[in-house]
């Protein structure tokens, strides 16, 4: 189900079909946020990873960023099919196999994704503000 995440179209792909419908999406182009990744030197293309389904399209993704898991999206039609505690539980075992004694990610508090985090292990450690300029 899950293959390693290259940087191109179908990880933007996956990352566009499934932040779109959250409000206040900005789609940033597709060469800019596959450039950040790319340039970023903490960048883990061998944790990053595209989850497909049956018919080989994309289903979800997850980018990792030394030990912080930086983004994990799924696809609408495939929400609640366990996708995101798949892809997130392979790179906690990735980052085990690596020696990492910690793993980390941030989630907003209205996001249903904060129950899997937890029961996969994850506690809150602490909360940051989030203005909005009107």
């Known amino acids: 189900m899950g293959a390693a995440a290259t940087l191109g179209p179908e990880l933007f792909g996956a990352y566009r ?3 779109a419908d959250r ?3 900005v789609e940033p182009e597709a060469d800019e946020w596959l ?3 790319r340039d970023d030197e903490d960048y883990r293309p061998e944790l990053s ?3 497909r389904g049956p018919d080989g399209d994309a289903a979800g993704f997850v980018t990792v960023l030394g030990n912080w898991i930086d983004q994990v999206g ?3 039609g495939w929400r609640g099919r366990r996708v995101g505690a798949y892809l997130v539980a392979r790179v906690l075992g990735g980052l085990a196999e690596a020696g990492a004694d910690a793993a980390w990610l941030c989630v907003n508090d209205d996001n249903p994704a904060a ?3 937890r029961r996969l292990g994850f506690r809150d ?3 940051r503000a989030r203005y909005l300029r009107r």
Do not use: Q
């Open 125 to 127: 450690a602490g909360r």
């Open 115 to 117: 129950g899997l985090y």
């Open 49 to 51: 990873l595209v989850a």
């Open 23 to 25: 409000p206040g999406f």
């Open 74 to 76: 799924v696809v609408p």
């Open 17 to 19: 079909a499934s932040f």
């Open 35 to 37: 450039g950040d990744l």
